[in-house]
Structures are given as C-alpha cells and as structure tokens.
C-alpha cells in the first residue's frame, strides 16, 4: 500500500505541473542546503524548485500528463516549474548562481589567495591550520593576522584536505554553483539541457559578424537595400563630382572646386616670383608722356586792339 503523504506529494507536484507552462528537470547534486535556500530566494516570484525523490517525480510527470520528462530523472534531482520559456528559464538558473566553499579535491576555479590582514578569528588552535596551509599568520592583539598575501592553491590545482577547511573557515567560497537543468518541457516539446544554454556574448558576436558580412557583400556586389543605399549613393556623387573635375567639365557643382584651383595656382606663382617682381616691374614700364603746355599767343599788330 502506498504511504498516504507519498499520494498527497504526488497530487501537489502535478498540480504545480498542471498550472505552468513549463516544467524542468534539475539536477541538485552536490548544492549545499545553504546555496540551496539562497537559489530559491532568488527564484521566488519566476520560478519554483521542489525537491523529491526520483519515484515520486516519475509519478507527478504521469499523473500530469507529461511524456518523455521521466528519462532525466537521474539521481538527485528537484522539479522547477515556471511560465517563462524554457531558453529564459536556463538564463534565470545561469544568473543567478551562488558561490560555496571548494571541497577537497575540487579544482580551483582560479588562483586562490588570502589576502594579508585581519582574519576576524581569534587566537587559537586554528593558527596551525593556517600555518599548515602554507599561510604566514600570527597573533597580534588576540586575533589572528595574515602577514602577507599568500597563493594557497592555484588555477586549476586539486583543493588539499588541509587547506579545504581553512578556506571555508576565512569565507572564501570560490566555486561557483548552479541548479542545471537536465531537460525542460513546454506544450509537448521536450528540450535537452545542451540546446538550452545561449551565451549571450558570443551570440551577439556572432550575429555583429554576420551583419558585417552581409553588410560588405551587398556593397561590394552593389545590391541596393536600406543599410548600403546611402554609402552607394555617396560613392556615386563622389565619383560623378570627380569625373567631371578630371574632365574639365563647368556647371555649379564644379565651379567653387575650379575658383578654388585657379586662387590657389595664382597665389603659388606669385610665391615663386621674387620678392622684388613688382617693384622692378614699375621700374621698367614706360613713362606716360605728358602733354605739352600752351600758353595764350601775344597780340600782333594786325590784330585789332579793342
């Protein structure tokens, strides 16, 4: 017989199921109890995470109706359930991931360091954790202190056991973790985590090169559209401007260029004149004749005196 608060659980989760667009497979192992409480905060409001045995999941999916979600149901797992598209719902996981202490073994993300200064714990035993972790500590005032930045482990290294408990202790926490979704389903279609995650940065990359390709194709093959017309177009004006310059040809969109020239010419040949051109030139022009001066004839004496 089955237990009666199995019945009830597999009657609550396909209910949730029943009333959102869209249901998901998480896989939750290795999420801490903390990190755990931290993602669903995060989430409230857009989606929620219930976590429950694999059977009882198995279960909620044919009691709501839900095909093919069964088979990523492996090991720990939660179900999520949400309105958002299933591409929306994997950025709302990948955004909101939370950090945890590295566990022995685990490789480090980057290079881990404590930095010198107050460690906030007090003297104690524990300054031979420190020490023994290759970090250079002593007691100053009751507490303890970093005297200089020390590299514990670094990129890429395995955690040591002696060093995991230290780095938890300081509150470093450098793995980063997340709820992954195994697979979601929406209107009977059913998409696998490996096509639910989108880089935001390299798609945008990709399509900024895409535009770029298309761009210099439709220009250089000369195929008119609203993204190149306006460069066509000014490529046309400049070309027909410089044909008609090179062909001495004069109309108003020419003139100014040709004004222009013949200003520049003219004051280029006088810059190679001497400096003494017009003053020489003045110098060897003719002089004006000037007309000769008359005077009134002197009376005769045929001439009758009044």
């Known amino acids: 017989?089955?237990?009666?608060?199995?019945?009830?659980?597999?009657?609550?989760?396909?209910?949730?199921?029943?009333?959102?667009?869209?249901?998901?497979?998480?896989?939750?192992?290795?999420?801490?109890?903390?990190?755990?409480?931290?993602?669903?905060?995060?989430?409230?409001?857009?989606a929620e995470v219930v976590v429950l045995r694999g059977n009882i999941l198995k279960k909620s999916?044919?009691?709501a109706g839900v095909k093919g979600m069964d088979d990523f149901v492996d090991g720990p797992s939660g179900v999520i359930v949400t309105d958002l598209n299933p591409f929306r719902l994997e950025k709302l996981l990948y955004d909101n991931k939370t950090n945890a202490p590295a566990k022995a073994g685990q490789k480090a993300p980057f290079d881990l360091v404590v930095s010198a200064g107050d460690?906030?714990?007090?003297?104690?035993?524990?300054?031979?954790e420190l020490q023994n972790a290759g970090i250079k500590a002593k007691i100053q005032g009751g507490k303890i202190m970093v005297m200089e930045d020390s590299v514990v482990v670094k990129k890429g290294q395995p955690v040591p056991a002696n060093v995991a408990p230290v780095l938890a202790r300081l509150g470093i926490e450098p793995m980063e973790i997340m709820l992954k979704l195994?697979?979601?389903?929406?209107?009977?279609?059913?998409?696998?985590?490996?096509?639910?995650?989108?880089?935001?940065?390299?798609?945008?990359e990709?399509?900024?090169?895409?535009?770029?390709?298309?761009?210099?194709?439709?220009?250089?093959a000369r195929y008119f559209n609203k993204d190149v017309i306006e460069l066509l177009l000014a490529e046309a004006v400049s070309k027909?401007?410089?044909?008609?310059?090179?062909?001495?040809?004069?109309?108003?969109e020419t003139v100014g260029i040709y004004l222009a020239r013949a200003d520049a010419q003219a004051?280029?040949?006088?810059?190679?004149?001497?400096?003494?051109?017009?003053?020489?030139?003045?110098?060897?022009?003719?002089?004006?004749?000037?007309?000769a001066e008359t005077s009134p004839p002197e009376p005769t004496a045929e001439t009758p005196k009044e």
């Open 1 to 46: 017989m089955v237990a009666p608060w199995k019945t009830k659980q597999v009657d609550d989760i396909s209910s949730k199921i029943k009333a959102h667009n869209v249901v998901g497979v998480v896989r939750i192992s290795g999420i801490p109890s903390k990190q755990m409480q931290s993602i669903r905060k995060k989430l409230e409001g857009q």
């Open 61 to 63: 999916f044919e009691n």
């Open 119 to 128: 460690t906030g714990l007090p003297a104690g035993p524990v300054i031979g």
């Open 182 to 204: 195994a697979a979601a389903h929406e209107k009977g279609t059913i998409y696998a985590a490996d096509i639910l995650h989108v880089d935001e940065k390299q798609t945008k």
């Open 206 to 220: 990709k399509f900024t090169n895409a535009y770029r390709m298309a761009f210099n194709l439709s220009y250089n």
């Open 240 to 252: 027909a401007r410089n044909l008609m310059i090179n062909a001495e040809i004069l109309n108003k």
């Open 267 to 291: 004051k280029a040949l006088k810059m190679a004149l001497p400096a003494d051109w017009e003053q020489k030139k003045a110098e060897e022009a003719p002089a004006e004749e000037k007309p």
